[in-house]
């Protein structure tokens, strides 16, 4: 039974406001055995960290798991044109009635529309224009001139329902305009008797109806603890009752589509909707039903949340945005809603539409397989287990007596996290969490405060996924804080991984000058210019250092001279060598600046292959957007065969005459 949704989509959201309770819907076979089916039970309970819906065929376990699958718009499944009759219920409001304004727009057809508010009859009964304010001086002068009774409750009751009708004026006449023939009913479609009686008066007047939206539904969030069992009532069977009424008193005979509009959180669960997904749940039960049995197309949309709509209230707009939640554009929805009704197949029934971030519901849920990959700098971290909304945490020390390199970048004699390493703990993590996946490219870095390491200092790294944009593209966010009661963010960045390593650049990508200038010896640039120690020391051969375009060779690092205790695993990116790309940065704007500059981000790093071998070419131009003061450069690393390895696209620096100390500046009698 369909009505068996119900019970699923109220617990997967339980489990958001439980989360140290094991919370399960296990389905199983009517004919399992008992004995097999307590075996499966006891399994489940065990698993705190499996996904909340799972169900077992013949002993095997199984899960549902989102596939992306995109429209072919080589063969049109659904012809739409201006003698259609469409039934649209909630469609005078909110986000149906902008796919209401979409087919007005583009096919014409007569638009039925249904709603529980009332269609105001005639002018409005004040001017309804300016701010918020002024229309409710306008409206509680109207109450006093009528004799009413006033209070802040009864005016804010009137003014909402009065708005209401003016949005549906509003709307039912920009239909008009765009072509369509268009008629609103007023009807509780909770009713039985009533919205019955509608749907047959439609059938005697237009002789069928050829597709239905079934938008009809109203949101009360609040925890389980806080939740009235009437609000929980008005939430499920605005959207239940309503949708068996259609499947009782539709004709599928003559029906082209039915389409449900569920929710994201029926899928996937969400905090304070244990009545809105249980709602959804049973659409996308209901739905997967009726497909089979009726000759038309049902489908069941499950609408990640909408921009500015009645349906995510601004405060809950902020908590998305928040938690990396994208919303749906008012403008991309009825267009991806069109495409889908034109395009998509029969039997691909429960289809999921958003901005991405609700799949982490999901991967939050699902066990990771053992990782095999070990990183050098976080080669203690195993079997990395995701958070509940699918994010990883990791928390790692930075120590002198470990973290060697350290005391070869010190910058006013004390120890600082280079960029680079920083930039190489973050991919590190990124691997850990989603092992299988490559690092295609890092964007948008920033380095928000540097990190100081005069003492074991312990930092926090999160990466939680954002985005799929596709079935093997995956994007995260990554974050560096300290911890403790001085805790702060350093380090915040994009990271784009896909199942597939990027391909390979030829060689040459800068063009160079034709006058080139005296080179530099690499002693002299490490002895006067820069303030890294041996450990740090990359470059082995400086070719070229002119007004725009520096050339050099640098010599790979390895991970068991800069770390103590011989780690095993190679870098992701090699710190030192992309480090020394930087240190090339450095010779360039003291020579042509006389200024020291300290990196403060980056767009782009593109990871097309390891930076190994005996030696590393670079190439780097800087950008004409640059300016003393603030420098901007792309740098390129390719391998020994000339193929492109690397590309850190442009690398920000903010340069200063005042940290022009710190080549100067010595520790014990060493360079740093």
Same mark, same amino acid.
């Given at each position: 039974?369909?009505?068996?949704?119900?019970?699923?989509?109220?617990?997967?959201?339980?489990?958001?406001?439980?989360?140290?309770?094991?919370?399960?819907?296990?389905?199983?076979?009517?004919?399992?055995?008992?004995?097999?089916?307590?075996?499966?039970?006891?399994?489940?309970?065990?698993?705190?960290?499996?996904?909340?819906?799972?169900?077992?065929?013949?002993?095997?376990?199984?899960?549902?798991?989102?596939?992306?699958?995109?429209?072919?718009?080589?063969?049109?499944?659904?012809?739409?044109?201006?003698?259609?009759?469409?039934?649209?219920?909630?469609?005078?409001?909110?986000?149906?009635?902008?796919?209401?304004?979409?087919?007005?727009?583009?096919?014409?057809?007569?638009?039925?529309?249904?709603?529980?508010?009332?269609?105001?009859?005639?002018?409005?009964?004040?001017?309804?224009?300016?701010?918020?304010?002024?229309?409710?001086?306008?409206?509680?002068?109207?109450?006093?001139?009528?004799?009413?009774?006033?209070?802040?409750?009864?005016?804010?009751?009137?003014?909402?329902?009065?708005?209401?009708?003016?949005?549906?004026?509003?709307?039912?006449?920009?239909?008009?305009?765009?072509?369509?023939?268009?008629?609103?009913?007023?009807?509780?479609?909770?009713?039985?008797?009533?919205?019955?009686?509608?749907?047959?008066?439609?059938?005697?007047?237009?002789?069928?109806?050829?597709?239905?939206?079934?938008?009809a539904g109203i949101i009360e969030d609040k925890l389980l603890k806080d939740?009235?069992?009437?609000?929980?009532?008005?939430?499920?069977?605005?959207?239940?009752?309503?949708?068996?009424?259609?499947?009782?008193?539709?004709?599928?005979?003559?029906?082209?589509?039915?389409?449900?509009?569920?929710?994201?959180?029926?899928?996937?669960?969400?905090?304070?909707?244990?009545?809105?997904?249980?709602?959804?749940?049973?659409?996308?039960?209901?739905?997967?039903?009726?497909?089979?049995?009726?000759?038309?197309?049902?489908?069941?949309?499950?609408?990640?949340?909408?921009e500015n709509s009645n349906m995510v209230p601004a405060l809950l707009q902020?908590?998305?945005?928040?938690?990396?939640?994208?919303? #749906? /554009?008012?403008?991309?929805?009825?267009? *991806?809603?069109? $495409?889908?009704?034109?395009?998509?197949?029969? +039997?691909? @029934? %429960?289809?999921?539409?958003?901005?991405?971030?609700?799949?982490?519901?999901?991967?939050?849920?699902?066990?990771?397989?053992? #990782? /095999?990959?070990?990183?050098?700098?976080? *080669?203690?971290? $195993?079997?990395?287990?995701?958070?509940?909304? +699918?994010? @990883? %945490?990791?928390?790692?020390?930075?120590?002198?007596?470990?973290?060697?390199?350290?005391?070869?970048?010190?910058?006013?004699?004390?120890?600082?996290?280079?960029?680079?390493?920083?930039?190489?703990?973050?991919?590190?993590?990124?691997?850990? +969490?989603?092992?299988?996946?490559?690092?295609?490219?890092?964007?948008?870095?920033?380095?928000?405060?540097?990190?100081?390491?005069?003492?074991?200092?312990?930092?926090?790294?999160?990466?939680?996924?954002?985005?799929?944009?596709?079935?093997?593209?995956?994007?995260?966010?990554?974050?560096?804080?300290?911890?403790?009661?001085?805790?702060?963010?350093?380090?915040?960045?994009?990271?784009?991984?896909?199942?597939?390593?990027?391909?390979?650049?030829?060689?040459?990508?800068?063009?160079?000058?034709?006058?080139?200038?005296?080179?530099?010896?690499?002693?002299?640039?490490?002895?006067?210019?820069?303030?890294?120690?041996?450990?740090?020391?990359?470059?082995?051969?400086?070719?070229?250092?002119?007004?725009?375009?520096?050339?050099?060779?640098?010599?790979?690092?390895?991970?068991?001279?800069?770390?103590?205790?011989?780690?095993?695993?190679?870098?992701?990116?090699?710190?030192?060598?992309?480090?020394?790309?930087?240190?090339?940065?450095?010779?360039?704007?003291?020579?042509?600046?006389?200024?020291?500059?300290?990196?403060?981000?980056?767009?782009?790093?593109?990871?097309?292959?390891?930076?190994?071998?005996?030696?590393?070419?670079?190439?780097?131009?800087?950008?004409?957007?640059?300016?003393?003061?603030?420098?901007?450069?792309?740098?390129?690393?390719?391998?020994?065969?000339?193929?492109?390895?690397?590309?850190?696209?442009?690398?920000?620096?903010?340069?200063?005459?005042?940290?022009?100390?710190?080549?100067?500046?010595?520790?014990?009698?060493?360079?740093?």
């Amino acid at each position: 039974s369909p009505l068996q949704g119900g019970c699923s989509g109220f617990i997967k959201s339980l489990q958001h406001e439980w989360p140290e309770v094991n919370c399960k819907i296990i389905d199983f076979h009517p004919e399992e055995e008992k004995e097999i089916l307590a075996q499966n039970i006891l399994k489940e309970l065990h698993d705190k960290q499996g996904p909340v819906e799972v169900g077992y065929i013949n002993e095997q376990r199984y899960i549902l798991k989102p596939e992306i699958k995109r429209l072919s718009s080589e063969e049109l499944k659904c012809r739409i044109d201006s003698s259609w009759i469409i039934l649209i219920t909630g469609g005078a409001r909110g986000i149906t009635a902008d796919i209401a304004k979409k087919f007005a727009r583009k096919y014409k057809p007569t638009l039925l529309l249904v709603g529980s508010s009332s269609f105001p009859q005639g002018v409005l009964p004040f001017d309804t224009s300016g701010s918020l304010q002024e229309v409710k001086a306008r409206l509680i002068n109207y109450m006093k001139n009528k004799g009413e009774l006033i209070t802040p409750a009864q005016v804010e009751k009137k003014y909402q329902r009065i708005m209401k009708g003016k949005e549906i004026q509003d709307n039912i006449k920009v239909l008009q305009d765009f072509g369509a023939q268009v008629n609103y009913y007023q009807v509780d479609v909770r009713d039985e008797k009533a919205f019955s009686q509608l749907i047959e008066k439609i059938y005697q007047t237009y002789g069928r109806i050829d597709g239905v939206i079934h938008g009809a539904g109203i949101i009360e969030d609040k925890l389980l603890k806080d939740k009235s069992p009437d609000s929980f009532d008005r939430v499920f069977h605005t959207k239940v009752d309503s949708a068996f009424i259609l499947a009782k008193n539709l004709h599928p005979e003559t029906l082209k589509f039915l389409a449900f509009f569920s929710s994201v959180a029926a899928r996937f669960g969400n905090r304070g909707q244990g009545d809105y997904a249980a709602a959804n749940e049973i659409l996308n039960k209901l739905a997967i039903y009726l497909d089979k049995k009726w000759p038309a197309r049902v489908i069941s949309i499950n609408w990640g949340p909408w921009e500015n709509s009645n349906m995510v209230p601004a405060l809950l707009q902020k908590e998305f945005e928040k938690h990396g939640v994208q919303l #749906i /554009s008012r403008h991309s929805g009825p267009q *991806q809603f069109d $495409q889908e009704i034109s395009y998509g197949e029969k +039997g691909q @029934v %429960e289809v999921l539409y958003g901005g991405g971030g609700w799949e982490n519901r999901l991967s939050g849920s699902e066990k990771k397989e053992p #990782i /095999s990959e070990i990183y050098p700098l976080l *080669q203690s971290i $195993q079997n990395l287990q995701p958070n509940k909304d +699918g994010s @990883v %945490e990791i928390i790692h020390e930075l120590n002198t007596s470990k973290d060697l390199y350290l005391m070869d970048h010190q910058l006013e004699g004390k120890p600082v996290l280079p960029m680079t390493m920083g930039l190489e703990l973050m991919v590190e993590a990124a691997s850990l +969490g989603w092992p299988g996946w490559h690092i295609n490219r890092v964007s948008n870095l920033k380095v928000l405060n540097g990190i100081i390491v005069s003492q074991p200092t312990k930092i926090h790294i999160i990466a939680r996924p954002t985005q799929f944009t596709s079935s093997d593209t995956l994007i995260l966010t990554v974050e560096i804080k300290t911890t403790g009661q001085n805790a702060r963010s350093h380090y915040r960045t994009t990271i784009e991984m896909s199942k597939n390593v990027n391909g390979q650049y030829g060689r040459q990508l800068f063009p160079l000058s034709v006058n080139k200038e005296s080179r530099m010896s690499t002693q002299e640039a490490y002895q006067r210019w820069l303030f890294h120690g041996p450990l740090f020391q990359g470059i082995s051969e400086i070719q070229e250092i002119n007004s725009d375009n520096l050339q050099g060779i640098f010599v790979p690092s390895s991970p068991q001279k800069l770390l103590a205790g011989k780690p095993k695993g190679d870098w992701l990116i090699d710190p030192v060598i992309v480090d020394s790309g930087l240190q090339m940065i450095i010779l360039w704007s003291r020579k042509y600046w006389d200024m020291m500059p300290l990196p403060s981000g980056f767009q782009h790093f593109r990871r097309f292959g390891p930076l190994s071998g005996s030696k590393i070419f670079f190439q780097s131009k800087i950008l004409p957007t640059s300016s003393p003061g603030m420098l901007h450069a792309d740098l390129a690393f390719f391998n020994e065969q000339g193929k492109l390895m690397a590309l850190l696209e442009d690398m920000e620096a903010a340069c200063s005459k005042s940290l022009n100390r710190l080549a100067d500046e010595k520790v014990d009698g060493v360079r740093r």
